[in-house]
C-alpha cells in the first residue's frame, strides 16, 4: 500500500512523532499548516474553543495528490481532549476510498474524540484503519 503520514503539529511533538513514522512506515509525508499561527493565548482559548466543537479554521493549501496514496495516516495534537482546528480543516478536505489509521499526540495520552472522528472518516467513504491515543513526552 501507498503510504502518507499527515500531521499538523503546534509546538513540535507530533512532528517528531510523524517524522519517525513515515520513516519506519517508508511513507511519504506532508505537514498541515495554520494560515495564521495562533499565539499561545489565542489556542487555549479560541482554538480550544474550536477544538471542542470540531470546527476547522483555515490551513495552507495541502499540496498532496490523493490519488497517489491509497493509506493515509493522519496525527493532530490534542487541544481540549480534540483533535487541534487544523486538523478539522484536513479532515474536511479528506478524500474518499482510502484506508485510514488516525493517531491522537496528547500530554495525557487520552482523547475524546474517536467516535467524531470515525463518523468524518466513514461519512467521507474511507475506512478508519485504526485510532490511537499516543501520550507525548514531556
Ligand atoms: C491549546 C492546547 C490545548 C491542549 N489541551 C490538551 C488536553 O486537553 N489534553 C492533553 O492531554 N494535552 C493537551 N495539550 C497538550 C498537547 O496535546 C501535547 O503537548 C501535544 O503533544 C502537543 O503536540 P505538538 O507539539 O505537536 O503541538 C494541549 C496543548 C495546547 C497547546
Known amino acids: 500500500m501507498n503510504t502518507i503520514v499527515l500531521f ?8 517528531a512523532i510523524a517524522g519517525k513514522l513515515a520513516e519506519k512506515e517508508s511513507a511519504a509525508i506532508a505537514e498541515i499548516k495554520d494560515v495564521v499561527r495562533p499565539g499561545i493565548f489565542k489556542a487555549f482559548t479560541s482554538g480550544c474553543s474550536f ?8 490551513i495552507q493549501h495541502l499540496n498532496v495528490n490523493f490519488d497517489e496514496y491509497d493509506r493515509l ?6 487541544w481540549a481532549s480534540n483533535p487541534a482546528p487544523a486538523f478539522n ?6 478524500p474518499s476510498g482510502k484506508t485510514i489509521a488516525v493517531k491522537m499526540v496528547s500530554a495525557g495520552g487520552k482523547s475524546k474524540c474517536k467516535e467524531r472522528i470515525t463518523t468524518v472518516i466513514q461519512s467521507r467513504g474511507s ?11 514531556q
Open 8 to 15: 499538523y503539529s503546534y509546538s513540535g511533538k507530533t512532528k
Open 51 to 58: 477544538a471542542i466543537k470540531g470546527k476547522s479554521w483555515a
Open 73 to 78: 495516516i493522519l496525527l493532530s495534537p490534542i
Open 89 to 94: 480543516a484536513l479532515l474536511e478536505q479528506l
Open 127 to 137: 475506512i478508519l484503519e485504526s485510532f490511537e491515543d499516543i501520550k507525548s513526552s
